[in-house]
């Protein structure tokens, strides 16, 4: 049996809008008003999850949804970065952000490497239960990257190529290690 896979990025944050790493910041009220005026307007899915952090599971609840927390859709570990933007990280350390935006075992901010991300990612889809018709899980742009290298079987570097907006969907189609991709403008739209 096929599966489809709604994945669904987090509304936005004050970190997203400051383009700062995120640091377990509640949704700001535009993104919450944003997800709530969505609500209802997602597939009917046999199963829900969401990542455990804040902005995961304040997004399910004003898209009108009750999913299970799934530890395998948190976000990537950012260590020390955590909290600070990407122009003042860049600025106080360029070889650091240079390591960890070319080479995918570099964890420069004593988190998670993007090697780790993406092993994480494959695990959790390949671990998907073929019996689950449609799944919809509410999560963070870079766990949806990870997920989207994975389905494709793409090397590491493309990860950097994918963007990923709040309150966005990506299904994918498939399962058993053979999954096909399909970027849609909202989280709605499944044409």
Do not use: K
Request: proline share 7%; net charge negative; with cysteine.
């Amino acid at each position: 049996m096929s599966s489809r896979l709604v994945l669904v990025s987090h509304a936005p944050t004050a970190a997203t809008r400051a383009a700062a790493f995120p640091q377990g910041e509640p949704l700001d009220a535009h993104g919450l008003a944003d997800a709530t005026a969505l609500a209802g307007m997602l597939p009917r899915a046999d199963e829900v999850r969401c990542g455990p952090a804040l902005r995961c599971v304040q997004t399910a609840a004003a898209l009108g949804l009750v999913p299970s927390i799934d530890e395998g859709l948190r976000d990537a570990d950012l260590g020390r970065w955590a909290g600070r933007t990407l122009d003042d990280v860049a600025a106080a350390e360029p070889d650091a952000v240079a390591a960890w935006l070319t080479d995918a075992a570099a964890a420069p901010h004593g988190g998670e490497s993007l090697h780790d991300l993406l092993d994480r990612a494959g695990r959790w889809l390949g671990a998907l239960p073929g019996s689950v018709r449609t799944l919809v899980a509410v999560t963070h742009p870079m766990v949806i990257r990870a997920l989207i290298v994975n389905a494709i079987g793409a090397a590491p570097a493309s990860f950097w190529r994918i963007d990923i907006a709040p309150l966005t969907g990506t299904i994918l189609r498939g399962g058993s290690g053979r999954w096909t991709v399909r970027m849609t403008a909202g989280p709605l739209d499944d044409r």
